[in-house]
Nanobody, 119 residues
Framework: QVQLVESGGGLVQAGGSLRLSCAAS????????MGWYRQAPGKQREFVAT???????NYADSVKGRFTISRDVAKKQIYLQMNSLKPEDTAVYYC?????????????WGQGTQVTVSS
């Protein structure tokens, strides 16, 4: 049973910074892809950033240059450093892990953490 727990969300002013954390438990295998997705009110969930076990990263164009994803493989944790926050970054941020070895069953989500950016 894989569980993901996000933390670090909160209320910040535009231009401020936040650091999100996600702690994984259970068997997530040797190779996996972890990432962050977000969902704003009335919008569909969208991709933010991913990072592989080997450290390869990908970012949505909307956050590139402002957000940095990282991971501690030994601790089964990933982080999202968010700088220069904008009101449009306001959303619930979800942690995700995909385990290719398990196919469609290897797709897990956390409960989300709220990020609110005031103007």
């Amino acid at each position: 049973q894989v569980q993901l727990v996000e933390s670090g969300g909160g209320l910040v002013q535009a231009g401020g910074s936040l650091r999100l954390s996600c702690a994984a438990s259970g068997n997530i295998f040797s190779f996996n892809v972890m990432g962050w997705y977000r969902q704003a009110p009335g919008k569909q969930r969208e991709f933010v950033a991913t990072i592989t076990t080997s450290g390869t990263t990908n970012y949505a164009d909307s956050v590139k240059g402002r957000f940095t994803i990282s991971r501690d493989v030994a601790k089964k944790q990933i982080y999202l450093q968010m700088n220069s926050l904008k009101p449009e970054d306001t959303a619930v941020y979800y942690c995700n892990i995909k385990v290719p070895a398990l196919g469609s069953r290897g797709d897990y989500w956390g409960q989300g953490t709220q990020v609110t950016v005031s103007s």
